[in-house]
């Protein structure tokens, strides 16, 4: 069966970084694209980063676009989102998808 498990999420100042990971078993990992999705409180679910099956694309929502990075290791079955500047309204929880399939999320919050 799919499974995808986030990890990483935690409390952080604003300006500060975190790093999420996500495993993945279930599926040919190395043959998807994977995406990160975000849903902050009071908000719907919005995809924010998404990467190619080599790593070669990546592409990014303008709300992340130069302070996060999506990066995946097709051997360890993880796909990565390093966050860096991060900032109050980047408070959400974060997960990966694939296929209609999510993990259970990770809470990132940033205070002020």
């Known amino acids: 069966q799919v499974q995808l498990v986030e990890s990483g999420g935690g409390l952080v100042q604003r300006g500060g970084s975190l790093r999420l990971s996500c495993a993945a078993s279930g599926f040919t990992f190395s043959s998807y694209a994977l995406t990160w999705y975000r849903q902050a409180p009071g908000k719907e679910r919005e995809p924010i980063a998404t990467i190619s099956v080599t790593g070669g694309t990546t592409n990014y929502a303008d709300s992340v676009k130069g302070r996060f990075t999506i990066s995946r290791d097709n051997a360890k079955k993880t796909v990565y989102l390093q966050m860096n500047a991060l900032k109050p309204e980047d408070t959400a929880v974060y997960y990966c998808?694939?296929?209609?399939?999510w993990g259970q999320g990770t809470q990132v919050t940033v205070s002020s």
């Open positions: 998808g694939w296929n209609g399939y």
